[in-house]
């Protein structure tokens, strides 16, 4: 199988994360996998048509949307790896400001000329193209991608995870009483008990699951990295109003005053998806 | 007219979407080059207005594969406005993790990024010279890389709780101890990656020694070197900046929050990456080098045995202060060589163990400073606080918008080098290129905004594109 690796605007941190997989690394390039096309590590400078490519980074600038028209139309199967390919990631916080005021204050000094053009967003790859598997995840597991990449070249479907972080954290959901939120600074975690349930907002609970939860195992909070679940992949699902209940259920602290506190900060909940991600398109695609 | 521009983009095997252009003059020699870098990503606007306590790990986001200082570097300058003191225990499993980064990062561009470009022939047909060729045939190199990372991926998942973009670090310490399980497995590993890396610089030192002679006819830039010093060793976590000239003498040594006081940013409009110099010498007299060679030109020794043996080799051999910008491969396996030592002798101390990693922190408002060695040189961060603990004001000071104008300095003398009457040579684009990569450019932290690329297209003086190489 001949595969392009490429990447948009990104940190380069899912290729990172591929290289990272150790032994299950080495066993996939021994086997069926000729890496044909990679800006990172081969020299060629021209897209060849290959059978699978995948794609890490989001669409931030003119230019990302004529590679990822061109990688699309030379691939048979093509796979957006990471975040920001998938929902926009972190860069998509960028969305905040319009273009117009991006250039005319924060890049006044650039000659636009001279540079590529800037989209007026940053966008996940689905919005100008056809996506047949993501993986979403800042950046995805190793273990994740190994498992992904080995099920396309054998020529399965990659195992889906449609269900939340919860599922794959071993802490304990108590229904607790507590004042007030708290942040991950401000106390240490209990190492049994679930990290909402001790007043930290954890995002384990509208977070698709996949990833073995890394973060509140380690006594972190989950922050979403791997985006909304199934579950949470229609228009009519407020996430907002699901997290408000989630927290109050184990904390007993009212709704309002969670309300109140989640409002106050602007990043609690979009910090990795702030982007115009189709959902319903997607569903049935996220591995 | 025949004068034109030779653009190169996307630069290959560097970690960024960067481009380069030289400009020729009407005889067709080289009149100008530029390196730019073509992404933007901001994360000076949008973190505004962020609050402290998510800022370490949304700013490592910056770079996925330097990630470990960034976090390293935001939660230092947090720690500095809070005034808060850390336990030793916390110390050295941070310095542990920076180890961790140098190795998973160093053993990538080590392998996967420069090592093609001395392993085959320069005329090797260009869809060969990769690592992928290597390892299908020699599948003991490859297996020997990917070790080698895993082991830097390793420490850096089993402290650092993930492999990329770290969690543990956190204001005030760690966020849990090191488990004595963990500490003896990783211990174990370290032996076996110290002969990996003793080899990666047998191979290392073999295959510059062939190509020495060709090698050092591009890029000698003499220039001011930075980098940080604890009692005149390298050292990647703790200790004073320390600055010193082209001939060698000591210019300046300071402590790492008066970092600002000495540097200052250049911008110019055809590159989404600032300049860094000093400023005390102004634009231009002021450029100077951060990454391995200048760790190596400030310091005179390391505090491991088989680091500092290859430091005195290679200060014999190339002098010091060594210039020649090549040498930054070599001096790449060097740093290696030391972070896979000092990561045994911290594995070694069973106080690593202790359970105390975490003080609790006092948030207040301020200014504060976060230094450390990142893979490629200095980075300090740099933010103000408000009181009620959200970001109101940030500089980030990355290595490569430090070597940028060495680069494009280096990059124009290499052009100038290979370039004559127009006329093009097989290999000049790899052997510019090379140049690039021995500084293992990060373009996407240089610009908070940059992706993999570099092409050459040959336009004529008024810009109309004639070919793409």
């Not at chain 1, 993501?134 to 099920?151: A, D, E, N, Q, R």
């Not at chain 2, 004068?3 to 252009?21: A, D, F, L, Y």
Request: glycine share 8%.
């Amino acid at each position: 199988m001949k595969v392009n690796i490429v990447s948009l605007t990104c940190c380069a941190g899912c290729v990172s994360s591929f290289l990272n997989a150790g032994d299950a690394l080495v066993e996939i390039l021994a086997g069926d996998f000729d890496i044909v096309y990679s800006p990172t590590f081969i020299d060629l400078k021209e897209i060849p048509n290959v059978d699978l490519a995948i794609v890490e980074g989001g669409v931030r600038t003119k230019d990302d949307e004529t590679l990822i028209r061109e990688v699309r139309a030379k691939c048979r199967i093509l796979v957006g790896l990471g975040l920001c390919a998938t929902h926009g990631g972190i860069t998509s916080l960028g969305n905040m400001l319009s273009l117009k005021n991006l250039l005319e204050k924060e890049y006044s000094l650039i000659d636009t000329t001279k540079l590529p053009e800037l989209e007026d967003l940053m966008y996940p790859i689905c919005n100008f193209v056809d996506v047949d598997y993501y993986v979403p995840g800042c950046p995805p597991m190793p273990f994740l991608i190994v498992h992904t990449l080995k099920s396309i070249v054998s020529g399965k479907q990659p195992e889906r995870h449609q269900s939340v972080v919860c599922t794959e954290c071993h802490r304990k959901i108590v229904a607790a009483k507590l004042d007030r939120l708290y942040g991950i600074y401000e106390k240490p975690a209990d190492p049994v008990l679930c990290m909402v349930s001790q007043g930290f907002v954890c995002l384990g609970s509208l977070t698709r699951e996949g990833c073995g939860a890394p973060c509140p195992r380690a006594g972190f909070t989950c922050f979403g990295c791997r985006g909304p679940p199934d579950s949470m992949m229609y228009r009519s699902r407020d996430m907002y109003a699901f997290l408000v209940k989630v927290i109050a259920s184990r904390t007993s602290i009212p709704e309002e005053t969670i309300k109140e506190e989640l409002y106050r900060n602007p990043f609690v909940f979009h910090t990795f998806i702030f982007s115009r991600f189709e959902r319903a398109k997607a569903r049935d695609r996220v591995v | 007219m025949s004068s034109k521009e030779i653009t190169i983009s996307p630069t290959t095997r560097i970690e960024g979407h960067g481009k380069v252009t030289i400009m020729l003059d009407e005889s067709g020699n080289v009149a100008d080059a530029h390196f730019y870098a073509t992404e933007i990503r901001g994360f000076e606007y949008f973190l505004r207005g962020m609050e402290a306590d998510r800022l370490p790990f949304i700013i490592s986001r910056i770079c996925g594969v330097c990630s470990t200082a960034h976090i390293m570097a935001s939660v230092e300058a947090i720690e500095s406005i809070y005034q808060t003191e850390i336990t030793d225990t916390a110390r050295k499993l941070r310095e542990l993790l920076l180890m961790g980064q140098i190795v998973s990062n160093h053993s990538l561009v080590i392998y996967f990024l420069t090592l093609p470009d001395f392993w085959f022939p320069l005329e090797e047909d260009p869809s060969k010279r990769n690592i992928f060729q290597i390892m299908r045939e020699r599948p003991d190199v490859g297996k020997r890389a990917i070790a080698l990372r895993s082991f830097g991926a390793k420490i850096l998942d089993v402290v650092g709780k993930r492999e990329v973009h770290i969690l543990s670090v956190i204001p005030g310490g760690l966020i849990t101890p090191l488990r004595e399980r963990e500490r003896e497995e990783l211990l174990k590993e370290a032996e076996n990656s110290i002969a990996i890396a003793g080899e990666a610089l047998a191979t290392g030192k073999e295959l510059f020694e062939k190509n020495w002679a060709d090698f050092k006819r591009a890029g000698d830039y003499r220039t001011h070197y930075m980098a940080l010093t604890q009692d005149d060793a390298i050292n990647f976590y703790r200790g004073n900046i320390r600055i010193i000239n082209p001939e060698g003498g000591n210019v300046a040594e300071f402590a790492a929050q008066d970092y600002m006081e000495h540097v200052e940013e250049k911008i110019y409009p055809w590159t989404f990456a600032k300049f860094g110099y000093l400023k005390a010498l102004g634009w231009l007299e002021g450029i100077v080098q951060v990454g391995p060679t200048a760790r190596i030109n400030v310091n005179s020794k390391t505090t491991t045995e088989l680091a500092n043996a290859e430091l005195r080799e290679f200060k014999r051999k190339f002098g010091t202060p060594a210039h020649t910008t090549i040498l930054l491969d070599y001096a790449r396996l060097i740093d290696l060589m030391y972070a896979v030592e000092k990561a045994k002798e911290l594995l070694e101390d069973k106080t690593l163990t202790r359970s105390d990693t975490r003080v609790k922190v006092e948030p207040k408002g301020g200014r504060g400073i976060g230094v450390v060695e990142a893979p490629r040189g200095t980075l300090a961060h740099e933010y103000v606080l408000s009181n009620d603990g959200r970001l109101e004001q940030l500089k980030l000071i990355i290595p490569t918008q430090i070597n940028n104008q060495a680069i494009n300095l280096n990059v124009k003398d290499a052009a100038t080098e290979f370039i004559h009457n127009g006329e093009i040579k097989p290999g000049l684009l790899n052997r510019i290129e090379m140049v690039i990569r021995a500084y293992d450019p990060c373009i996407k932290c240089a610009t908070r905004t940059t992706g993999e690329r570099l092409r050459v297209e040959i336009k004529n003086h008024w810009g109309r594109l004639l070919t793409i190489l």
